[in-house]
């Protein structure tokens, strides 16, 4: 909104502006001082402002994630109905799909209940015509983004979490090292060091966009499902730590490797080509774009030849054998070696 009237606005963070809100003296006018003293001074630590076709994204992806949000509320109160009447569990894959619904609607529970299933279900409907709009207008804008395309060639990332991801990030440039985003996204770990001793790390410290970071989660998951050195780095990471940790440092991992392909323009080495040409013409049809008929084979149809597939996966899991023999020699220093230290070209820690 100031925009229009200044040369420039500056946002200041308010998590390194805590000395401002834990004054003695608070007035509007002081913290204005503070303000302008230390922007005239160089030291206002401020956050990059994204432009109008970021922010509209982000917009876009806020309102998908609270529909789907809204859709596993919904589902999960059904469950809980069933759940509550000692409803055994449905034998279909999916409850709200025709089967699953034709079975539901046969199941014995009172009428007050089953008139409260009847409601959640319409209102199910509503939700998925609702990320259906959303779904496409996201496809439309991002159909022709190269970013998100090269995001999509990883394993496990799908177009959501690929638009997501780019409207997180914006401009990659502003993130100077891999390290960078890691941080933004709250993937980093927490570290206690003072003096000589030895550096304390904790959990990760969950601080930047939660949104992007539930989504990298998403996708680790699913990529270390998928053979490659994903999943190798998964399961040597499981070893020690267990699922939860793996799943976390496969996003970091993920971060990393995001921030290195949109910064050297590069697809992801191990790509798997129709995978991501599946992807690519599956964003090309929720965009709107009209189906082929005929006997012309879309960019996609490599997808649906088995022989193809299980060439792909044959050179995912070479990658994945390689990865494992490349670390396989790899050890964990033990606490003690972690406070002497390394020693450094000199011979001295």
Not at 72 to 86: D, F, G, P, Q, S
Request: charged letters at 25%; hydrophobic letters at 40%.
């Amino acid at each position: 909104m100031l925009s229009p009237f200044v040369k420039r606005v500056v946002i200041a963070n308010p998590l390194q502006m805590k000395a401002i809100a834990h004054a003695h003296v608070k007035t509007d006018k002081v913290d204005a001082g503070t303000l302008a003293s230390l922007y005239a001074a160089g030291y206002l630590p401020e956050i990059w402002t994204p432009d109008a076709a970021t922010e509209r994204l982000r917009r876009l992806v806020a309102r998908r994630y609270q529909v789907v949000r809204h859709r596993t509320r919904i589902k999960n109160e059904v469950h809980a109905i069933l759940h509550a009447h000692l409803i055994p569990k449905c034998p279909h894959a999916d409850l709200f799909n025709g089967r699953g619904r034709d079975w539901l609607a046969h199941q014995p529970v009172p009428d007050d209940e089953r008139d409260a299933i009847e409601r959640h279900v319409r209102e199910l409907d509503r939700l998925t015509e609702d990320l259906t709009i959303l779904d496409r207008e996201i496809a439309t804008n991002t159909l022709d983004d190269g970013s998100v395309r090269r995001l999509l060639t990883i394993t496990g990332v799908n177009l959501a979490v690929a638009v997501g991801l780019m409207a997180a990030i914006g401009d990659i440039t502003r993130f100077k090292s891999p390290q960078k985003p890691v941080s933004y996204f709250g993937l980093n770990p927490r570290v206690h060091q003072s003096g000589l001793g030895a550096a304390h790390h904790g959990r990760i410290s969950k601080v930047g966009r939660s949104h992007a970071r539930a989504m990298l989660v998403e996708a680790a998951w699913a990529a270390a499902k998928a053979p490659g050195p994903l999943h190798a780095f998964f399961v040597r990471i499981r070893a020690r730590r267990g699922h939860q940790v793996a799943a976390v440092a496969v996003a970091r991992k993920l971060t990393v490797l995001c921030w290195h392909l949109l910064t050297n323009e590069e697809d992801y080495l191990w790509a798997r080509p129709s995978l991501v040409a599946h992807k690519m013409r599956g964003m090309e049809l929720q965009a709107g774009r009209a189906q082929k008929k005929g006997n012309t084979r879309g960019s996609a149809y490599a997808y649906n030849i088995k022989q193809l597939r299980d060439q792909e996966m044959h050179v995912a899991e070479q990658a994945q054998r390689r990865y494992e023999h490349f670390v396989e020699a790899w050890r964990p220093r033990s606490p003690k070696e972690k406070a002497r230290g390394r020693l450094n070209p000199a011979g001295h820690r």
